[in-house]
C-alpha cells in the first residue's frame, strides 16, 4: 500500500491521503497496515499524521467511510491507532 509517486509529496499536496490509505486499505485486506507499508510511505505518514490544514469535517468524513468500508472494522481502527491518526480525527 503506497500513494503513486513519492510518498512524501503526495501527503504535502493532500494530507488527506493518509486517512484515504488506510481507508482504502481496509477495504481489501483485514490485517495489519504496518506489515504492508514501505519505508518512505510510513515517514510521510508519520510526518504529516497531524493532518494540518485539512478541516475537522473532510477528516471525520473519511473516518466514517473508512469505517463503514472496511472488513474488519477493528483492524481500521487498530490501524489507524498505529499510524497516529487519533489525535488529528478526534483533538481534544
Not at 21 to 41: C, P
Not at 52 to 61: L, P
Amino acid at each position: 500500500a503506497r500513494p503513486v509517486g513519492n510518498a512524501k509529496d503526495r501527503f504535502r499536496e493532500d494530507k488527506l491521503r493518509i486517512p484515504r490509505l488506510v481507508r482504502f486499505f481496509s477495504r481489501f485486506n483485514d490485517g495489519d497496515i504496518l506489515q504492508h507499508l514501505d519505508e518512505q510511505t510510513l515517514e510521510g505518514v508519520w510526518e504529516f499524521r497531524e493532518l494540518r490544514g485539512v478541516s475537522g469535517e473532510r477528516i471525520a468524513g473519511e473516518f466514517m467511510a473508512g469505517l463503514q468500508q472496511a472488513q474488519k472494522p477493528v483492524m481500521f481502527l487498530r490501524n489507524y491507532e498505529s499510524l497516529g491518526l487519533f489525535p488529528a480525527t478526534f483533538p481534544t
